[in-house]
């Protein structure tokens, strides 16, 4: 048997490189996340996202901390009220002239009503005097 050697055939203009594949083989930056599923997230992009937010999420943990120990300073430092002893309610006025039924509309039937004197908040709110000399 003979062996037929075949010429190279030239190649259709179909064949061609396009534009398109053309820019679909140029290198793309590497990015942090990549939506396609044959090419992997940059490590070094992931690192810093990370690292980032767990800077933002310490700075928060530390913003709350401080508020919540401010809170904690106001409430040490706050006096109970002396009319009230810190309950922040008081006997109603409609049990002075009560003759044993206690109730009214403005303490809604129960005999009790705010404070007059912290405004219902059971610690002593102190009120600003200015004194001046003549």
Known sequence: MQQVHSLPRPRPAAACPS????AALRVQPPRAFSVGAASSPDPSGLLSLALSASALFGG???LQKLAAEERLEQQRAARPCPSCQGRGVEPCV???W????AGC???NRTGLMRCRSC???GTAVPIKATLTRH
Do not use: H, I, V, Y
């Open 98 to 101: 009560s003759d044993g039924d």
């Open 94 to 96: 409609c049990n002075r």
């Open 105 to 107: 509309a403005s303490c």
């Open 119 to 121: 405004g219902g908040g």
């Open 19 to 22: 534009r398109r594949r053309a």
């Open 60 to 62: 928060l943990l530390l």
